[in-house]
T-cell receptor, first 114, second 111 residues
Protein backbone atom coordinates (compact mmCIF):
# COMPACT_ATOMS: atom_id res chain seq x y z
CA UNK A 1 0.00 0.00 0.00
CA UNK A 2 1.06 3.59 -0.59
CA UNK A 3 0.46 6.88 1.17
CA UNK A 4 1.12 10.50 0.22
CA UNK A 5 1.76 13.47 2.47
CA UNK A 6 1.43 17.05 1.29
CA UNK A 7 2.74 19.07 4.18
CA UNK A 8 1.26 22.42 3.20
CA UNK A 9 -2.49 22.80 2.93
CA UNK A 10 -2.16 26.38 1.62
CA UNK A 11 0.69 28.27 -0.01
CA UNK A 12 0.24 32.01 -0.59
CA UNK A 13 2.75 33.58 -2.97
CA UNK A 14 3.10 36.80 -4.93
CA UNK A 15 2.94 36.85 -8.69
CA UNK A 16 6.31 36.21 -10.41
CA UNK A 17 7.78 34.71 -7.24
CA UNK A 18 9.09 31.12 -7.15
CA UNK A 19 7.10 28.40 -5.43
CA UNK A 20 7.64 24.87 -4.16
CA UNK A 21 4.82 22.51 -3.22
CA UNK A 22 6.06 19.63 -1.14
CA UNK A 23 5.12 15.97 -1.53
CA UNK A 24 6.44 12.94 0.29
CA UNK A 25 5.30 9.40 -0.24
CA UNK A 26 5.55 6.03 1.43
CA UNK A 27 5.54 2.71 -0.39
CA UNK A 28 6.88 -0.80 0.00
CA UNK A 29 7.21 -1.17 -3.79
CA UNK A 30 8.54 0.93 -6.64
CA UNK A 31 6.18 3.70 -7.66
CA UNK A 32 4.95 6.03 -10.34
CA UNK A 33 4.40 9.62 -9.24
CA UNK A 34 2.01 12.28 -10.48
CA UNK A 35 0.95 15.87 -9.93
CA UNK A 36 -2.59 16.90 -10.78
CA UNK A 37 -4.14 20.38 -10.78
CA UNK A 38 -7.77 21.17 -10.00
CA UNK A 39 -9.43 24.47 -10.83
CA UNK A 40 -12.64 25.39 -8.94
CA UNK A 41 -15.57 23.08 -9.57
CA UNK A 42 -13.66 21.05 -12.13
CA UNK A 43 -12.11 17.64 -12.39
CA UNK A 44 -8.41 16.98 -12.06
CA UNK A 45 -5.97 17.58 -14.89
CA UNK A 46 -2.65 15.80 -15.17
CA UNK A 47 0.20 18.28 -14.75
CA UNK A 48 3.22 15.98 -14.96
CA UNK A 49 4.32 12.46 -14.13
CA UNK A 50 7.35 10.36 -13.36
CA UNK A 51 7.33 6.80 -14.67
CA UNK A 52 11.01 6.07 -15.27
CA UNK A 53 14.18 7.61 -16.67
CA UNK A 54 15.18 11.15 -15.86
CA UNK A 55 14.20 12.08 -12.33
CA UNK A 56 13.40 15.66 -13.39
CA UNK A 57 10.12 16.01 -15.25
CA UNK A 58 8.55 19.13 -16.68
CA UNK A 59 5.11 20.34 -17.69
CA UNK A 60 4.23 22.51 -20.68
CA UNK A 61 3.35 25.50 -18.47
CA UNK A 62 6.65 25.82 -16.61
CA UNK A 63 6.22 23.50 -13.62
CA UNK A 64 8.81 20.86 -12.84
CA UNK A 65 9.15 18.10 -10.26
CA UNK A 66 12.08 15.96 -9.22
CA UNK A 67 11.83 12.39 -8.03
CA UNK A 68 14.14 11.82 -5.07
CA UNK A 69 14.10 8.16 -4.15
CA UNK A 70 16.33 8.47 -1.09
CA UNK A 71 14.09 11.17 0.40
CA UNK A 72 10.88 9.64 -1.00
CA UNK A 73 9.88 13.03 -2.31
CA UNK A 74 8.40 14.50 -5.48
CA UNK A 75 8.27 18.24 -4.86
CA UNK A 76 6.67 20.53 -7.45
CA UNK A 77 8.39 23.79 -8.37
CA UNK A 78 7.90 26.79 -10.61
CA UNK A 79 10.44 29.62 -10.88
CA UNK A 80 7.85 32.33 -11.54
CA UNK A 81 4.12 31.91 -10.90
CA UNK A 82 1.17 33.64 -12.56
CA UNK A 83 -2.25 34.56 -11.25
CA UNK A 84 -3.66 31.80 -13.46
CA UNK A 85 -1.69 29.19 -11.48
CA UNK A 86 -4.07 29.67 -8.56
CA UNK A 87 -5.60 26.22 -8.01
CA UNK A 88 -5.50 23.10 -5.87
CA UNK A 89 -2.55 20.79 -6.53
CA UNK A 90 -2.58 17.10 -5.73
CA UNK A 91 0.35 14.72 -5.54
CA UNK A 92 -0.44 11.06 -6.25
CA UNK A 93 1.34 7.71 -6.31
CA UNK A 94 0.69 4.24 -7.67
CA UNK A 95 2.67 1.02 -7.49
CA UNK A 96 4.30 -0.05 -10.75
CA UNK A 97 2.69 -3.47 -10.38
CA UNK A 98 -0.68 -4.60 -9.15
CA UNK A 99 -3.53 -2.18 -8.65
CA UNK A 100 -3.41 0.87 -10.91
CA UNK A 101 -5.53 3.16 -8.76
CA UNK A 102 -3.81 6.32 -7.59
CA UNK A 103 -3.44 7.25 -3.95
CA UNK A 104 -3.71 11.00 -3.48
CA UNK A 105 -2.39 13.47 -0.97
CA UNK A 106 -4.75 15.90 0.72
CA UNK A 107 -3.89 18.69 -1.68
CA UNK A 108 -2.18 22.09 -1.51
CA UNK A 109 -4.05 25.26 -2.31
CA UNK A 110 -1.76 27.62 -4.25
CA UNK A 111 -2.96 31.20 -3.96
CA UNK A 112 -1.11 33.63 -6.23
CA UNK A 113 -1.54 37.25 -5.22
CA UNK A 114 -0.89 40.31 -7.43
CA UNK B 1 -8.83 10.95 -28.85
CA UNK B 2 -10.19 9.71 -25.56
CA UNK B 3 -12.88 11.57 -23.67
CA UNK B 4 -14.76 10.94 -20.47
CA UNK B 5 -18.28 12.13 -19.76
CA UNK B 6 -19.75 12.41 -16.32
CA UNK B 7 -23.22 13.62 -15.41
CA UNK B 8 -24.99 15.36 -13.87
CA UNK B 9 -22.68 18.22 -12.94
CA UNK B 10 -24.65 19.10 -9.83
CA UNK B 11 -27.29 17.23 -7.89
CA UNK B 12 -29.35 18.05 -4.82
CA UNK B 13 -31.09 15.10 -3.25
CA UNK B 14 -33.07 14.58 -0.03
CA UNK B 15 -31.89 12.12 2.59
CA UNK B 16 -33.24 8.65 1.88
CA UNK B 17 -33.61 9.14 -1.86
CA UNK B 18 -31.82 6.95 -4.43
CA UNK B 19 -28.77 7.99 -6.44
CA UNK B 20 -27.43 7.19 -9.88
CA UNK B 21 -24.35 8.88 -11.32
CA UNK B 22 -23.15 7.82 -14.74
CA UNK B 23 -19.78 7.93 -16.41
CA UNK B 24 -18.85 6.91 -19.94
CA UNK B 25 -15.51 6.81 -21.72
CA UNK B 26 -14.98 7.18 -25.46
CA UNK B 27 -12.01 6.43 -27.66
CA UNK B 28 -10.48 3.55 -25.73
CA UNK B 29 -11.17 -0.11 -25.02
CA UNK B 30 -11.10 -2.08 -21.80
CA UNK B 31 -10.15 0.84 -19.58
CA UNK B 32 -9.73 0.62 -15.85
CA UNK B 33 -12.50 2.74 -14.33
CA UNK B 34 -12.63 4.46 -10.97
CA UNK B 35 -14.96 6.40 -8.69
CA UNK B 36 -13.40 8.85 -6.25
CA UNK B 37 -15.04 11.14 -3.69
CA UNK B 38 -13.61 14.46 -2.64
CA UNK B 39 -14.94 15.90 0.60
CA UNK B 40 -14.65 19.63 1.20
CA UNK B 41 -11.06 20.59 2.03
CA UNK B 42 -9.81 17.05 1.76
CA UNK B 43 -8.07 14.85 -0.74
CA UNK B 44 -9.55 12.20 -2.96
CA UNK B 45 -10.78 8.91 -1.57
CA UNK B 46 -11.00 5.91 -3.86
CA UNK B 47 -14.45 4.36 -3.63
CA UNK B 48 -14.55 1.73 -6.39
CA UNK B 49 -12.46 0.52 -9.27
CA UNK B 50 -13.14 -1.86 -12.11
CA UNK B 51 -10.79 -3.72 -14.46
CA UNK B 52 -13.57 -5.14 -16.66
CA UNK B 53 -17.29 -5.62 -17.21
CA UNK B 54 -18.97 -6.80 -14.04
CA UNK B 55 -15.71 -6.64 -12.06
CA UNK B 56 -15.98 -4.18 -9.19
CA UNK B 57 -13.66 -3.72 -6.25
CA UNK B 58 -14.84 -1.72 -3.27
CA UNK B 59 -12.26 0.18 -1.28
CA UNK B 60 -14.28 1.28 1.71
CA UNK B 61 -17.49 0.02 3.31
CA UNK B 62 -20.23 2.51 2.69
CA UNK B 63 -23.70 3.28 1.56
CA UNK B 64 -22.76 3.25 -2.13
CA UNK B 65 -22.39 0.63 -4.85
CA UNK B 66 -20.98 0.59 -8.36
CA UNK B 67 -21.74 -1.32 -11.52
CA UNK B 68 -20.14 -1.69 -14.94
CA UNK B 69 -22.78 -2.95 -17.34
CA UNK B 70 -20.70 -2.13 -20.45
CA UNK B 71 -17.00 -1.86 -21.17
CA UNK B 72 -16.95 1.93 -21.10
CA UNK B 73 -19.77 2.66 -18.67
CA UNK B 74 -19.43 2.99 -14.91
CA UNK B 75 -22.36 3.77 -12.61
CA UNK B 76 -22.35 4.86 -8.98
CA UNK B 77 -25.55 4.17 -7.06
CA UNK B 78 -27.22 4.28 -3.71
CA UNK B 79 -30.60 3.00 -2.59
CA UNK B 80 -30.90 5.53 0.25
CA UNK B 81 -28.66 8.56 0.51
CA UNK B 82 -27.21 9.75 3.81
CA UNK B 83 -26.11 13.27 4.73
CA UNK B 84 -22.53 11.99 4.82
CA UNK B 85 -22.74 11.04 1.14
CA UNK B 86 -22.45 14.72 0.18
CA UNK B 87 -19.30 15.54 -1.73
CA UNK B 88 -17.66 15.94 -5.11
CA UNK B 89 -17.64 12.67 -7.05
CA UNK B 90 -15.11 12.07 -9.76
CA UNK B 91 -15.00 9.33 -12.35
CA UNK B 92 -11.66 8.44 -13.92
CA UNK B 93 -10.11 5.99 -16.36
CA UNK B 94 -6.69 4.60 -17.15
CA UNK B 95 -5.19 2.07 -19.52
CA UNK B 96 -2.18 -0.01 -18.67
CA UNK B 97 0.67 1.66 -16.88
CA UNK B 98 0.37 5.38 -16.72
CA UNK B 99 -1.84 8.32 -16.16
CA UNK B 100 -5.37 8.54 -14.89
CA UNK B 101 -7.82 10.90 -16.59
CA UNK B 102 -10.73 12.45 -14.79
CA UNK B 103 -14.24 13.55 -15.64
CA UNK B 104 -15.51 17.00 -14.70
CA UNK B 105 -17.13 15.77 -11.51
CA UNK B 106 -20.56 15.77 -9.87
CA UNK B 107 -21.25 17.98 -6.87
CA UNK B 108 -23.75 16.05 -4.73
CA UNK B 109 -25.57 17.77 -1.90
CA UNK B 110 -27.73 15.61 0.33
CA UNK B 111 -30.19 17.66 2.37
Amino acid sequence: AQSVTQLDSQVPVFEEAPVELRCNYSSSVSVYLFWYVQYPNQGLQLLLKYLSGSTLVESINGFEAEFNKSQTSFHLRKPSVHISDTAEYFCAVSGITGRRALTFGSGTRLQVQP
Amino acid sequence: SQTIHQWPATLVQPVGSPLSLECTVEGTSNPNLYWYRQAAGRGLQLLFYSVGIGQISSEVPQNLSASRPQDRQFILSSKKLLLSDSGFYLCAWSVGQGSMFFGSGTQLSVL
